[in-house]
């Protein structure tokens, strides 16, 4: 069966400071990826979304990016944390090509101080 | 922007089966209806979804009107643990699968 994995599960981190986030699937080949965001008691706003090594779409502008390195790991970087980029981030995935349902991950909570 | 309207809270007594409606009505034909709960500080949880016709799973039961113009997901018998924000999604294809999220339903549980 597939999995999704997403780590670390809490981060907190000065203002300025890197990002790494990190997003590996098992159990399937060639997911479409994404990466949400969401604000405490808000919705989830979508950042990014991969359809294949590489290829990387941007939904909004802002202070973040994301890779795709390997085809079941999906990398979300940021080089100078900004105050607003605390949150709820929250990886997902959906087999290519079908109406199945996109799963999600456990999310990692940051706090930028 | 999310193409679902949903209404912001509801409560249901534990035990009773909890009714959450969603309209769409702007639903295309090949768009399927979703739902996803998400209990708090965990990821959404997929419950169910549809095209046209009823469906059931362990989880819930599914319903959607003839004209597609909206849906209600059935909880048969509401426990504390199904208190969480509900989401109805309409599936947006663009480049990928996207879906958007809206604010959700609040469904509250009491004992």
């Known amino acids: 069966s597939q999995t999704i994995h997403q780590w670390p599960a809490t981060l907190v981190q000065p203002v300025g400071s890197p990002l790494s986030l990190e997003c590996t699937v098992e159990?399937?080949?060639?997911?479409?990826l994404y990466w949400y965001r969401q604000a405490a008691g808000r919705g989830l706003q979508l950042l990014f979304y991969s359809v294949g090594i590489g290829q990387i779409s941007s939904e909004v502008p802002q202070n973040l990016s994301a890779s795709r390195p390997q085809d079941r790991q999906f990398i979300l970087s940021s080089k100078k944390l900004l105050l607003s980029d605390s949150g709820f981030y929250l990886c997902?995935?959906?087999?290519?090509?079908?109406?199945?349902?996109?799963?999600f991950g456990d999310g990692t909570r940051l706090s930028i101080l | 922007d999310a193409k679902t309207t949903q209404p912001p809270s509801m409560d249901c007594a534990e035990g009773r089966a909890a009714n959450l409606p969603c309209n769409h009505s702007?639903?295309?034909?090949?768009?399927?209806v979703y739902w996803y709960r998400q209990i708090h500080s965990q990821g959404p949880q997929y419950i169910i979804h549809?095209?046209?016709n009823n469906e059931t799973n362990e989880m819930a039961s599914l319903i959607i009107t003839e004209d597609r113009k909206s849906s209600t997901l059935i909880l048969p018998h509401a426990t504390l643990r199904d208190t969480a924000v509900y989401y109805c999604?309409?599936?947006?294809?663009?480049?990928?699968?996207?879906?958007?999220f809206g604010p959700g339903t609040r469904l509250s549980v009491l004992p």
């Open positions: 702007t639903i295309s034909g090949n768009e399927y």
């Open positions: 997902a995935w959906t087999p290519t090509d079908s109406n199945q349902p996109q799963h």
């Open positions: 159990g399937t080949s060639n997911p479409n």
């Open positions: 549809g095209l046209k």
């Open positions: 999604i309409v599936r947006v294809v663009y480049y990928g699968q996207n879906f958007v």
